[in-house]
């Protein structure tokens, strides 16, 4: 979060800061020997940070981003508020143990997503070795070496994970032995952390490597992306109107949908793919490409995995003729023609009803005239 905080406020990595008396004074843990008054570029002050821990790094960065060790800290605890990191709090920048200062594996896993997406700290955090270069109170180069084992081999091989990539490792008494990692095989990458885990005095290893190794073995060993919908795979057909060329078409999903599933995924009992078509018939023209419906893909009947589109996948053209007598099907068969119909019905017997009742009255008149003559 440091770093994080630190790339995010720092327009130029090229800019030189001077180490304050207070930063080297109050420093505990890992350092790397700042004085007061030497100067260092903040990329260099962020690979002693990522790279060694230094913890006087952190708190010249801190200072000459803040303002103060404080002020920075709460630029810290609101970055964290918007990660979504709710249940961490920051008291200083090292890291170094504090009873106010706490955090949880999730809250840290969010925190690292954070920092992998951002090229500038992922790619100093999978650097072995770093040169500083002298400063103004240090006559000769020095080199930072990478405390992650898990990346790096310049403290031994026994930890060493093939396709491991960054990020951090450290540890205090009190939160034990943590690491963040990330690693990528098969097309995959997994963020794993560790946290709090014990380290073996006697037999000089630390748990959170072998924690760590574990659990991303399993990962891959047991999980897999899989195509689980093609293109090329035909869901349905759908009735066509007006073509004199065809009465069907077929519908195919518009993407290919790929999920990390189990590699023992049964796809005929573990799969439903449950297609969704708009109507009971299209009207031609069609257009490769146009869309009809929608299909979902449903692992063990309830877990949506995905969703895309119901295309075709061919031109359909239109029969001018056809088109003529089917829009006078629709024509007859609509609301507007039925109404108009059974108006013009009704208005029909009513003008017989009328004609009829006028014709009656005209007969009895006329019998009434001729009674009369009589």
Known sequence: MTALVALENIPDLNTVYTASENAVKITEGTHIGIKAGEQYTANDLLHALLIGGANDAANVLAESVGGSVDNFCKLMNDKAAKLGALKTHYTNPTGIHDPDMVTTANDTALIATA??????????????????????????????????????????????????????????????????????????????????AKEDTVKKTVSSYSDAKALLDMCFANFANQKVVSPKKLICEIAVKNSAEVDHMTLYPKDEIQVLLPVTLNSKTDLKLDSLVYNEH??????????????????????????????????????????FFSSVEEFLQSRWFRATALVAVILFLLYLALAFTIRLRGNKYQYKNSGRKK
């Open 115 to 196: 920092a992998y997406y951002n090229n500038t700290l992922f790619e100093i955090t999978n650097t072995g070795r770093y040169e500083l270069p002298k400063s103004n109170l240090r006559k000769d180069p020095l080199f930072v070496y990478n405390r992650n084992s898990f990346i790096s081999q310049t403290r031994g091989t026994e930890y060493y994970y093939q396709g491991a990539l960054g990020l951090n490792s450290g540890s205090t008494a009190e939160g034990g032995w943590c690491l963040v990692t990330t690693a990528a095989k098969k097309g995959l990458t997994y963020l794993c952390v560790v946290m709090n």
């Open 282 to 323: 299209v009207s031609a023209p069609v257009k490769k490409g146009d869309t009809f419906g929608e299909l979902t893909v449903l692992y063990k009947g309830t877990v949506i995995l995905g969703k895309t589109k119901l295309v075709a996948q061919t031109e359909i053209d239109r029969s001018n003729l056809l088109y």
